[in-house]
């Protein structure tokens, strides 16, 4: 039997939260008296919270519906007067159990965060969220800017297209048209942001999951060179297709509907009707196992595509190739990554013998991956050795490969790793993916949060939360966490946990077993 998580990835329960606005926000905001800033498309009202101007949902391209459908993002259309931005914009039609829904078609827009208006010249952090690349939205309340606007950085968040209207390869539409709205995005920046007192010149992506997985396919894009100048990344998955694999997972996707998989006849097809089929196609992949390999294992049938117009290589290629060059370069990973939907999946100390073999086989290295997992951990249990590999395949390897070919491309990379364990549950969730996510945004009393932490964090995790949150800060303003760089010689890494230090990389077995391994995409057996 192998693992199949339809619950799984980001879209978990770190998702299963309240999106609503709080009117605790409002608290003390005079009406006559709201922030309002010049974009280049128009005004925009915003609200304070507190010492802050917040905006939200600003259109940064036009809604993707009718003629627009599956087609690259289309500049938004200025106005007259002020548009009032004080709501999220609407969520495009998600896949996953968790996957939230709301009305409107507006799915193209950003929130901004500022402790200045005006020509403050701070740094921009623009946050792009996880999700499995099918679900996410920038309104989740884990996603809170206020701590990191309360240490001086202009923050951005988007809502970006997921799931079959992102990322299922359709013909005569382009791949990757969740990318391709996060360079949209970014562009809106540029023009933008200095009316809300941020820098052009100082931006810092940053994502977690999937939004670390676009993040790292925007380092070779030649399209979204010079709109940001470092990036942090969090638990970067290897997940990628092959341009066969993505073309079968569309047909059979557009079978679902019948339908051809071509972009005048799924635009016939309502966008919540297809998000609910590719939901029940990934419950189904068990039963593509034959033809459609590590795919079939993972829960989600679409991702990112190696189409050779908007990827033409994985992002480890291209980087360790000299297809671009490196940057500033902040990347962590949990180490206990795949517990999360262990648990989730309710099969945390049930994993078979059976399981963990195929999970090396599939997972694992080529030829002899399975064989050194077993060597290298000698006393784990099968259980134990199915959580490696998965944990090692689906993001750690794929974030440290990351950073190593970042600094052979002429970037600095800074490496973490977080240890500190959910206390919840009796620990049980371990070191989990996701975990660092409340940490950093400081968002430890929300509904994620006192689900990892409890209703009263410890001083352990407080403290590990302001470490990591003033890395952060550190980095998106000069560049250096407060860490050594993580280079060849040593492999210095920031190990997070109730006593934090710098060591040697400590996932030195699963290294060495990767080294001459890049992450490879899924591809037809």
């Known amino acids: 039997m192998g693992i199949v998580a339809p619950r799984s990835n980001t879209v978990d329960i770190l998702?299963?939260?309240?999106?609503?606005?709080?009117?605790?926000?409002?608290?003390?905001?005079?009406?006559?008296?709201?922030?309002?800033?010049?974009?280049?498309?128009?005004?925009?009202?915003?609200?304070?919270?507190?010492?802050?101007?917040?905006?939200r949902g600003i259109p940064y391209a036009q809604p993707p519906v009718g003629p627009l459908r599956f087609q690259a993002p289309a500049p938004v259309k200025g106005w007259d007067g002020t548009r009032q931005a004080i709501e999220f914009g609407p969520v495009v039609p998600q896949a996953g159990p968790t996957a939230e829904t709301s009305i409107g078609n507006d799915w193209l827009t950003l929130n901004v965060s500022t402790p200045a208006l005006g020509t403050a010249g701070l740094p921009v952090l623009v946050w792009i969220h996880g999700g499995a690349y099918i679900a996410g939205a920038s309104s989740d309340l884990m996603y809170d800017p206020a701590a990191l606007t309360s240490a001086g950085l202009v923050v951005v968040s988007i809502n970006y297209r997921v799931a079959v209207e992102g990322f299922a390869l359709i013909e005569g539409a382009p791949a990757n048209r969740g990318f391709l709205d996060q360079?949209?995005?970014?562009?809106?920046?540029?023009?933008?942001?200095?009316?809300?007192?941020?820098?052009?010149?100082?931006?810092?992506?940053?994502?977690?999951?999937?939004?670390?997985?676009?993040?790292?396919?925007?380092?070779?894009?030649?399209?979204?060179?010079?709109?940001?100048?470092?990036?942090?990344?969090?638990?970067?998955?290897?997940?990628?297709?092959?341009?066969?694999?993505?073309?079968?997972?569309?047909?059979?996707?557009?079978?679902?509907?019948g339908a051809a998989p071509d972009a005048q006849a799924l635009s016939g097809i309502d966008p919540p009707r297809l998000a609910g089929e590719l939901t029940a196609l990934g419950v189904d992949l068990p039963g593509h196992r034959k033809s459609w390999g590590?795919?079939?294992?993972?829960?989600?049938?679409?991702?990112?595509?190696?189409?050779?117009?908007?990827?033409?290589?994985?992002?480890?290629?291209?980087?360790?190739?000299?297809?671009?060059?490196?940057?500033?370069l902040l990347v962590g990973h949990t180490r206990d990554e795949f517990r999360l939907f262990s648990v989730m999946m309710g099969r945390l100390g049930t994993f078979t013998e059976d399981e963990a073999h195929t999970a090396l086989e599939l997972f694992a290295p080529a030829p002899d991956g399975a064989d050194a997992y077993r060597a290298a951990y000698p006393q784990a249990t099968p259980?134990?050795?199915?959580?490696?590999?998965?944990?090692?395949?689906?993001?750690?390897?794929?974030?440290?490969?990351?950073?190593?070919?970042?600094?052979?491309?002429?970037?600095?990379?800074?490496?973490?790793?977080?240890?500190?364990?959910?206390?919840?549950?009796?620990?049980?969730l371990g070191a989990c993916h996701s975990l660092d996510v409340p940490l950093v945004f400081a968002t430890l009393g929300s509904p994620a949060?006192?689900?990892?932490?409890?209703?009263?964090?410890?001083?352990?995790?407080?403290?590990?939360?302001?470490?990591?949150q003033r890395g952060w800060v550190r980095f998106a303003t000069a560049g250096d966490p407060g860490w050594p760089a993580h280079l060849p010689e040593r492999r210095l890494t920031r190990v997070l946990d109730i006593e934090s230090k710098t060591l040697p990389y400590p996932e030195e077995a699963s290294r060495r077993i990767w080294e001459r391994h890049d992450p490879a995409p899924f591809d037809l057996t």
Not at 19 to 34: F, N
Not at 392 to 414: E, H, I
Not at 449 to 468: C, I, Y
């Open 15 to 55: 998702h299963l939260t309240d999106k609503s606005w709080s009117p605790a926000a409002e608290e003390g905001c005079g009406m006559s008296e709201q922030p309002r800033a010049r974009t280049a498309e128009g005004l925009v009202e915003g609200r304070r919270q507190g010492e802050h101007a917040v905006f």
């Open 183 to 257: 360079i949209a995005a970014l562009e809106w920046v540029q023009r933008n942001i200095a009316a809300f007192g941020g820098d052009p010149d100082q931006v810092t992506v940053a994502g977690q999951s999937a939004g670390a997985g676009s993040i790292a396919a925007l380092l070779t894009m030649k399209r979204a060179r010079g709109l940001f100048r470092r990036a942090i990344v969090h638990s970067v998955p290897g997940s990628l297709c092959t341009r066969a694999l993505a073309e079968e997972v569309a047909a059979a996707l557009a079978g679902r509907v």
């Open 294 to 328: 590590r795919l079939s294992q993972i829960g989600v049938a679409v991702c990112p595509v190696l189409d050779g117009v908007v990827l033409t290589e994985t992002p480890w290629r291209a980087l360790a190739g000299g297809g671009t060059g490196g940057i500033e």
């Open 383 to 428: 259980e134990e050795l199915l959580e490696l590999v998965y944990s090692d395949a689906l993001f750690r390897m794929p974030s440290l490969q990351l950073a190593q070919a970042n600094q052979a491309a002429g970037g600095t990379s800074f490496l973490f790793e977080l240890q500190l364990a959910a206390p919840v549950s009796g620990g049980v």
């Open 449 to 468: 949060g006192r689900h990892l932490f409890g209703d009263r964090p410890t001083p352990e995790v407080s403290a590990v939360s302001r470490e990591l």
